[in-house]
């Protein structure tokens, strides 16, 4: 398993960070995804074999969020 943390921004409130660890829950090959607001940033934990971070970044960009690269 390996372990990212994403800065992402737009993050404010709890639906907020219900819909980025949805969105990156629902893909196969992650483990976990925690959410931080006050950091704004997600860690996450996954498969590399099963999920690449371009696909986890564009996960969280669908639910309207800016990924920093």
């Not at 639906?15 to 629902?26: F, N, R």
């Not at 931080?36 to 074999?49: I, P, R």
Request: contains cysteine; aromatic residues 2%; charged residues 30%.
């Amino acid at each position: 398993m390996a372990q990212k943390i994403i800065e992402v921004e737009g993050m404010t409130c709890g639906h907020c960070k219900s819909s980025v660890e949805g969105a990156l829950s629902e893909l196969e090959g992650v483990k976990s995804a925690d959410v931080n607001l006050d950091a704004n940033n997600v860690n996450v934990e996954y498969d590399e074999s099963k999920v690449t971070e371009s696909s986890m970044v564009e996960a969280i960009e669908d639910q309207g969020y800016d990924v920093r690269q």
